[in-house]
C-alpha cells in the first residue's frame, strides 16, 4: 500500500495498492481530490483488477469507479457514482441448466449509478463497545451506460452494541440484501449471493451455505439474509473470550426469503491489539449441511464479524 498526499501538487492523494493470498491476486490504483468540491466533500476514480478462486468457481475481474462523497457530520456518510464491472467465471463445480450455462459463458458486465449512506454512532471504529451503525445501498445496472446484466440491487445492514459494564459487550447484527434481474437477464454465478465464513454463518466454510445443484454444489442466490448475536466478555489483559450464534438463508429467487436456513453457535478468543482485534473462532452447525461437508468448523481471521 502507499499513499502521496500532495499528487501533482494539488493535494490530491495516489493510493496504490496490491494484494495477494492463496487463492486471490490483484491492485487497484486510486485518485482522489479531498479538497476542490468544498470541505466534507471528495470525489476519486479508482481502476482495478482481481483474480479469484472461490468455492465453486474461479473468476477474473476488472473495475472502473467514479464517485463522490458527502460527510455531513462525524456520523453520517453519502456516496454515491458510476461503477463499470467486467467479470467471468470459470472452472464452474456446479451444474447448470444449459441455457442458463449458455447466457453467461464469458465476460459479462456491469455497469450503473450506485449509492450507499451510512450512519455511525459506535463510540471505537475497530472495537465498540456502545452505539450502533445502519447502512442502505442501491446499486442501477443498465445497458443504456454499458451494461450487458440488466438488475438492481438492494442492500440493507444493521448493527447494535450493548455495553454491560464488567460483563463485556453484546453485539447484534443482521444483513438483507436482493438483486432483482430484468430485461430477461440471467444473472451469472459471480453475481449471486452466498454465506458462510468468516463474516456471515461461521458453522460454513466460504460461500458453503446455498442452494445446490443435484451433486452438492453451490450455485448462489439473488436474495440473502443473515442475523448474529455474540457476546465479548474480559478475560485477562487485552484477551478477550465470545460467545455467538448465527443464522443466515440464501433464496433463488429476488426478494424470497424460502431458502433453507443454515445455523452456527461457537466461541472464540480475541486479542485486541491497537489495529483491531485478531480472533479465532470455533462453531458448530446444528442444523443442514446445504454445501458443507462438516458440522464444525475454525475460522481465523482479523476484525469483527460485525
Given at each position: 500500500h502507499y499513499k502521496d498526499f500532495n499528487l501533482f501538487g494539488q493535494g490530491r492523494v495516489l493510493r496504490l495498492q496490491g494484494l495477494a493470498s492463496f487463492k486471490t491476486f490483484g491492485g487497484e490504483v486510486t485518485v482522489e481530490d479531498p479538497w476542490v468540491l468544498g470541505q466534507g466533500n471528495r470525489m476519486w476514480i479508482t481502476l482495478g483488477a482481481v483474480e479469484r478462486e472461490e468455492q465453486f468457481y474461479d473468476y477474473t475481474a476488472f473495475t472502473v469507479e467514479l464517485a463522490l462523497e458527502r460527510r455531513f457530520d462525524r456520523?453520517?456518510?453519502?456516496?454515491?457514482?458510476?461503477?463499470?464491472?467486467?467479470?467471468?467465471?470459470?472452472?464452474?463445480?456446479?451444474?447448470?441448466?444449459?441455457?442458463?450455462?449458455?447466457?453467461?459463458?464469458?465476460?459479462?458486465?456491469?455497469?450503473?449509478?450506485?449509492?450507499?449512506?451510512?450512519?455511525?454512532?459506535?463510540?471505537?471504529?475497530?472495537?465498540?463497545?456502545?452505539?450502533?451503525?445502519?447502512?442502505?445501498?442501491?446499486?442501477?445496472?443498465?445497458?443504456?451506460?454499458?451494461?450487458?446484466?440488466?438488475?438492481?440491487e438492494l442492500e440493507l445492514r444493521a448493527s447494535w452494541y450493548v455495553n454491560l459494564s464488567s460483563w463485556g459487550v453484546l453485539a447484534l447484527g443482521g444483513h438483507v440484501g436482493s438483486r432483482t434481474p430484468y430485461d430477461g437477464t440471467t444473472m451469472p454465478i459471480q453475481q449471486r449471493y452466498f454465506l458462510g465464513g468468516q463474516l456471515t454463518v461461521r458453522s460454513f466454510d466460504q460461500d458453503q451455505l446455498t442452494p445446490t445443484d443435484p451433486f452438492g454444489n453451490g450455485v448462489g442466490g439473488l436474495t440473502y439474509a443473515w442475523g448474529g448475536a455474540e457476546w465479548r466478555m474480559p478475560l485477562f489483559d487485552i484477551v478477550h473470550g465470545a460467545l455467538f450464534a448465527d443464522v443466515g438463508q440464501v433464496s433463488l429467487d429476488p426478494w424470497s426469503f424460502d431458502g433453507e436456513v443454515g445455523y452456527g453457535v461457537g466461541a472464540g478468543l480475541r486479542l485486541y491489539t491497537p489495529v483491531g482485534p485478531v480472533r479465532v473462532d470455533g462453531a458448530y452447525n446444528p442444523g443442514p449441511l446445504l454445501a458443507a461437508s462438516q458440522r464444525w468448523q475454525i475460522h481465523f481471521s482479523f476484525g469483527f464479524t460485525f
Open positions: 456520523h453520517q456518510r453519502l456516496w454515491g457514482g458510476y461503477q463499470f464491472r467486467l467479470e467471468e467465471a470459470r472452472n464452474l463445480s456446479a451444474v447448470l441448466p444449459p441455457d442458463e450455462q449458455e447466457k453467461i459463458d464469458g465476460f459479462q458486465r456491469s455497469a450503473g449509478p450506485f449509492v450507499r449512506y451510512r450512519y455511525d454512532q459506535r463510540d471505537d471504529l475497530f472495537t465498540p463497545t456502545k452505539g450502533w451503525v445502519a447502512e442502505a445501498a442501491g446499486k442501477w445496472s443498465t445497458p443504456i451506460l454499458g451494461a450487458s446484466l440488466s438488475f438492481l
